[in-house]
C-alpha cells in the first residue's frame, strides 16, 4: 500500500492529522468510508486510536466505525509491509496452483497468509478473485499484476524486493546489520 506524502508530517502529528482528515470531509455521517479511506492510506491502516478519534469528532458510535472497518475488506486494523502480496485464490487460480504459490511466498517471507513477515517487509494475503482468470495463477504484488507465477517466480519477486529494500535503506545511511532478517 501506498501512503501520501505526508506521512511524515502524519507522524509526526497524528492527531492533528486526523482532525484535519475529519474536517476535510465535513463532518457527516455518510463520509465515515472516505475518512477511514484518506486515514489508510496516509498510515497503511486504521489504528485504534484512529477509530476513536473519529468518534470524538463526528460523535459516531466507535462500534459503529468499527463495524465498517471489519465488514469492508479494504480497511486493515494492523500496519502492513512494504511489500503487500495479493494471491489470487479464484477457481483458474486455484485450479493453476495458488496453494502452491501461497506457500512459496509463505516460505520466502516467513509471512503466513493474513500477517505480516518479521521483518516488517511482507504482508501476505490470500484473495477471492484478481479478475485476471485467463493469466492464473496471478498475484498482485504491490498493486502490479504479475501472470503466470511459479513457485520459482514467487521467490525471485520476494528475492529482488528484498534486495530493493536493503538498496534503499543503505542509501538512507542505515547499517544493513541493525536487523539481521533483512
Known amino acids: 500500500m501506498k501512503t501520501t506524502e505526508n506521512t511524515a508530517l502524519a507522524a509526526n502529528d497524528p492527531i492533528g492529522t486526523i482532525d484535519a482528515i475529519v474536517r ?55 500496519p502492513v509491509g512494504k ?27 516467513g509471512a503466513k497468509p493474513g500477517q505480516t513477515s518479521k521483518d516488517g517487509l511482507f504482508t501476505l494475503e490470500k484473495v477471492a478473485c484478481l ?10 504484488f504491490n498493486d502490479e499484476t504479475v501472470a503466470r507465477v511459479t513457485p520459482d517466480k514467487a521467490q525471485a519477486l520476494v528475492k529482488t524486493a528484498r534486495e530493493t529494500a536493503a538498496k534503499e535503506k543503505t542509501a538512507k545511511g542505515e547499517s544493513r546489520h541493525e536487523n539481521p532478517s533483512v
Do not use: K, M, W
Open 24 to 78: 476535510r470531509h465535513n463532518v457527516y455521517r455518510g463520509a465515515t468510508i472516505p475518512i477511514l479511506q484518506e486515514i489508510q492510506q496516509t498510515f497503511g491502516y486504521v489504528a485504534p486510536e484512529a477509530i476513536t478519534r473519529i468518534s470524538d469528532l463526528t460523535g459516531i458510535p466507535e462500534s459503529e466505525i468499527y463495524s465498517i472497518v471489519t465488514f469492508y475488506a479494504q480497511f486493515r486494523l494492523q
Open 83 to 109: 511489500y503487500v502480496i495479493s494471491v489470487c485464490h479464484g477457481t483458474a487460480c486455484h485450479l493453476a496452483g495458488a496453494e502452491r504459490i501461497t506457500d512459496a511466498f509463505e516460505h520466502a517471507t
Open 131 to 140: 479478475g485476471c482468470c485467463s493469466l492464473a495463477p496471478v498475484v498482485n
